[in-house]
């Protein structure tokens, strides 16, 4: 089995013990290197080359979301997952529309945080329905016109089926999930959602998630 390799970068040295700590004693986890600013990510990752960078968003210099929107700008940019204090965050908001997979919060028990780095590694989006519903709710509240209008814009190259199943991805659903409610094999909804993630130009779920909630997609179905 090869190991996951992870890169850690947070400005505070006893974090990033804790999280090597912590993290190293897993048999598929390999911790590859520390960084304690956004900076010097890009060289790291060009070193190392991680499999998923966990990033904290509130560093002196260059920030984790500065940070995460220039890795995953590269060519087969490793996986980011944001490390956080809080849910409801703007800037958390702003690394994953960036293409985060997904947030921790920093005070998540290592057991989560450890089954966190393994789904993303696997290709999964680390968000619950439940959080990237809070998460939405709070960028409606600083969603302007412009962004609906640009986001319907953007859509309007999915047919019917991608649609369906754009919302479906919104909503949570998993691809077993959205393959029992749609009548379709999953392997199809993986073909669909590969698709999607081509014709919007977007990295993960989780943006599909965030574009679908934008163009008002989501608004008025009954879960």
């Known amino acids: 089995m090869t190991a996951i390799r992870v890169l ?10 804790g999280l090597s700590l912590m993290m190293g004693g897993a048999e598929d986890v390999e911790i590859v290197g520390e960084a304690a600013d ?30 995460t929107e220039r890795l995953r700008r590269r060519e087969e940019a490793p996986q980011v997952v944001v490390l956080t204090t809080f849910h409801a965050d703007d800037q958390v908001l702003r690394a994953l529309r960036a293409g985060a997979a997904g947030f921790v919060l920093k005070d998540t028990p290592p057991a ?14 680390v968000l619950s329905p439940t959080v990237t ?22 859509v309007a190259v999915l047919n019917e089926r991608e649609r369906e199943v754009a919302v479906a991805v919104g909503r ?8 029992g409610e749609l009548f379709m094999s999953v392997a199809t909804v993986k073909t669909h959602v590969s698709r999607i ?5 977007l990295n993960n779920r989780v943006q599909i998630a965030l574009l679908a ?11």
């Open 172 to 179: 949570g659903s998993s691809n077993a999930e959205i393959a």
């Open 133 to 154: 519903r809070q998460l939405m709710e709070h960028a409606a509240g600083s969603a302007p016109d412009t962004r609906r209008s640009g986001a319907r814009s953007r």
């Open 38 to 67: 956004g900076g010097e990510v890009e060289a790291l990752v060009d070193r190392t080359r991680p499999d998923v960078v966990l990033m904290d968003i509130r560093m002196p210099n260059v920030d984790g979301l500065t940070a």
């Open 197 to 201: 993630l081509a014709k919007l130009d």
């Open 8 to 17: 850690l970068v947070d400005d505070d040295p006893l974090v990033r013990a």
């Open 112 to 125: 989560e945080i450890l089954a966190a780095v393994r789904r993303v590694a696997a290709g999964d989006p």
């Open 213 to 223: 909630y934008d163009a008002g997609l989501l608004e008025g179905d009954g879960h």
